[in-house]
């Protein structure tokens, strides 16, 4: 099936007790057994639960992976990664990254002994060179939060590959639309399905996504034993975002685009961060890599202060000043205060993060307001 039929039918069919053609919410905890041990398939909810199983299986699809692992968060999701690896192992992630993301692998796995180190990744000819005895997973985002930086992942996993490192790929971002990590070589894929997935800013939640059944069935453990399982009605939520997932994201790419050429041109602009620009560092194996360029843009004014930044951050209309990203409405956010604030200043301001810079998740509404918008707001800077 091609993705815009998986959407729809992958892993999905009609309940069979009612002939219903929505999968049914199971709010269910327990499952009655006729005999110890002598059941339909379900125990616990926390282990298994029909509304859950249905949304693994699409998910799957989604990716062309074996097998899925959902969770209550996409934080909940890394924690099951991070859970893998051992005391005295190190973490090789990309430099520029969301900010929980850092702040779990440093201050919450950081005190158990796990080793985590933040590098430049988009020369993947220069990684190599990083890896250590005690790597035992690479962490990638591409494009990365919020620089939009683009690491090529097949690169990076045949490095991995030839020394049996483990390549992990948050592609919340991107979404499975527009890329598929494990066709690229990568062994798990991350999503906080809270965006682009879900696409309504309605339900937290997260999942992974492999194509390995031994490391399917380790991370379905480590599931099932943590407990971070999100509720069947989170899980139906994401099935019906999931439907109309290639619509949401190809209208919001086409925006970007739009808004991205925009920025570019204004004068109060110095900067304009979105992979599509044919002079982005890696521009090409985006191309190659990305059906379309992402929905998401960053941007740095001329006179790079906080102040300035705050005034166009407050003077949106359709834009609305929040956390996330990947609904079907347009968000503005300020980075250094918001989704990376946990991460320390000098880090930021050496991917380029600074201050000023605001980070656009641009949604499906018309592309001519939107710009608007933008306009009006930045002629309210200083």
């Known amino acids: 099936m091609k993705f815009a039929t998986k959407v729809i039918h992958a892993g999905i069919e009609p309940d069979p007790s009612t002939g219903a053609i929505m999968t049914p919410i199971f709010q269910t905890s327990t499952y009655v057994q006729a005999a110890p041990g002598d059941h339909k398939g379900f125990e616990y909810a926390r282990t298994q639960n029909p509304t859950r199983s249905a949304l693994e299986k699409n998910l799957a699809a ?22 893998l690896l051992s005391s005295g192992d190190e973490v090789l992630a990309v430099n520029d990254l ?34 250590g005895p005690a790597t035992k997973l690479i962490w990638i985002e591409t494009p990365t939060n919020p620089m939009l930086s683009i690491v090529d992942i097949a690169a990076l996993c045949a490095i991995a590959r030839e020394r049996g490192i483990m390549v992990c790929v948050d592609n919340t971002f991107a979404s499975p639309y527009l890329q598929n990590p494990l066709d690229l070589g990568a062994d798990i894929v991350l999503h906080s399905a809270t965006k682009y997935i879900g696409g309504h800013s309605d339900v937290v939640h ?26 069947p009605q989170d899980c139906f939520l994401i099935l019906r975002g999931i439907k109309t997932l290639h619509l949401r994201v190809q209208r919001a790419c086409e925006n970007a685009s739009a808004i991205a050429q925009y920025l570019l041109t ?6 304009v961060y979105w992979p599509g620009f044919a002079q982005h560092p890696n521009h090409e194996v985006a ?22 930044a705050r005034q166009v951050l407050s003077s ?11 609904g079907v409405e347009s968000l503005i956010g300020h980075p ?5 604030a946990s991460i ?7 991917v380029g993060l600074t201050d000023s810079l605001i980070r656009l998740s641009v949604g499906v509404e018309d592309a001519d307001d939107l710009i608007d918008d933008l306009e009006k707001a930045l002629d309210a800077a200083s």
């Not at 989604?62 to 859970?83: P, R, T, W």
């Not at 250094?336 to 990376?340: E, G, I, N, Q, R």
């Open 62 to 83: 989604l990716e062309n992976g074996l097998d899925a692992i959902c969770f209550a968060s996409g934080l909940a999701a890394q924690d099951a990664v991070m859970k």
């Open 98 to 131: 969301y900010g929980g993301t850092y702040r779990q692998m440093v201050r919450v796995y950081g005190q158990w002994g796990l080793k985590s180190r933040f590098i430049d990744m988009t020369d993947a000819s220069k990684v190599a060179a990083q890896i």
């Open 336 to 340: 250094a205060s918001m989704t990376h």
């Open 287 to 308: 191309k190659r890599q990305m059906r379309m360029f992402g929905a998401m843009v960053s941007f740095d004014l001329h006179n790079n202060t906080e102040e300035n």
């Open 206 to 231: 997260g999942c992974l996504i492999v194509k390995d059944a031994e490391l399917a069935q380790r991370l379905h453990f480590i599931q099932n034993a943590t407990g971070a399982v999100p509720g």
């Open 344 to 350: 320390p200043r000098e880090e930021r301001l050496k």
């Open 316 to 326: 949106t209309r359709l834009f609305s000043l929040a956390e996330s990203l990947g």
């Open 266 to 271: 204004h004068p109060k602009v110095s900067k």
